[in-house]
């Protein structure tokens, strides 16, 4: 299955013969001090900076109806999110992993992206489309 979007991989998380948890890291975007006056430019048109690990969440596919739910989730958090960066981890038959077994998992994903390392996860923007970072 193609993943373009959240929901996407929402349909893929529910249709996995083993249930699953989301692992999500929320990311804001920031700009060292001594950022260029292209770089300031590129920053405010929506593109470059640095991401930042703000916030995490962990949730079956089943306690998401969908991005919308997961967008309103955050805004709780009153977090200016510029990417949410996705994972999934497996359970056993129809017994999801508990938000325990996730935290190092999410810790983990954390400390990849604070190195630049988002190969093992999918980036989504505040609209739920992916993203290529690079």
Excluded: Y
């Excluded at 998380?13 to 929320?26: C, G």
């Excluded at 001594?34 to 962990?58: E, K, S, Y």
């Amino acid at each position: 299955m193609n993943i373009s979007s959240f929901d996407d991989l929402l349909t893929a998380a529910r249709a996995q013969p083993s249930a699953q948890r989301l692992l999500l890291v929320f990311a804001t975007a920031d700009l060292p001090d001594d950022a260029t006056v292209q770089q300031r430019a590129d920053f405010d048109a929506g593109m470059g900076g640095a991401l930042l690990p703000a916030m995490c969440l962990d949730k079956t596919p089943h306690e998401l109806i969908s991005f919308a739910t997961v967008a309103a989730e955050a805004t709780q958090f009153a977090v200016p999110w510029r990417i949410v960066f996705a994972s999934t981890m497996s359970g056993f038959g129809d017994q999801a992993p508990t938000s325990e077994s996730a935290q190092p998992v999410l810790e983990r994903m954390v400390a990849s992206i604070k190195l630049g390392a988002f190969s093992n996860m999918i980036a989504f923007d505040t609209h739920g489309n992916s993203v290529a970072l690079s």
